[in-house]
């Protein structure tokens, strides 16, 4: 189940996810790479938590490639850990978009994991575009919830 939060200023979907034994490396931990996999999947919460998911953003012919990924990893995590994604949309650009994530142990305050990624917008020429004025307008819906959150 995936919720929101509004947390100094910023609209974060917040999901989880259940870490399988597939996860982990021969030293019991989540492996590196899979935490892009998190990102991910919090990212499409968040798209999703505003109306307009990737297939959506598809249809109406606009892409939106990787151009840079980040993390810093903290603390690991194991098998059977439960982990809460935060995701929120950090920056928008003319022709790009930038998400932040938190990932922390479910119950646990200590952030085991900070990341981000850098989003272009291209067409289905992979040709780099202004961002539609369409998409931008999904992508500001999340002013309206923390606008909302913060007068109810």
């Excluded at 995590?77 to 439960?82: E, I, R």
């Excluded at 650009?93 to 990624?117: C, I, M, Q, W």
């Amino acid at each position: 189940m995936t919720d929101f939060i509004i947390e100094n200023g910023h609209f974060k979907a917040v999901t989880h996810y259940r870490v399988l034994y597939a996860d982990t490396d021969l030293m019991g931990i989540v492996n590196n790479a899979h935490y892009f996999r998190f990102f991910e999947q919090g990212r499409g919460e968040y798209l999703r938590l505003l109306d307009f998911p990737y297939a959506k953003i598809e249809e109406n012919g606009i892409r939106t490639p990787l151009t840079e990924a980040w993390a810093h990893y903290y603390l690991p995590f194991h098998y059977d850990d439960l982990i809460r994604i935060e995701c929120w949309l950090a920056q928008i650009k003319n022709a790009s978009f930038r998400f932040d994530y938190h990932l922390f142990l479910e119950g646990d305050p200590k952030l085991h994991v900070a990341g981000r990624t850098l989003h272009a917008a291209v067409n289905l020429e992979t040709k780099v575009v202004k961002i539609p004025d369409w998409l931008l307008e999904a992508l500001n819906r999340r002013e309206e919830r923390v606008r909302a959150a913060c007068l109810g």
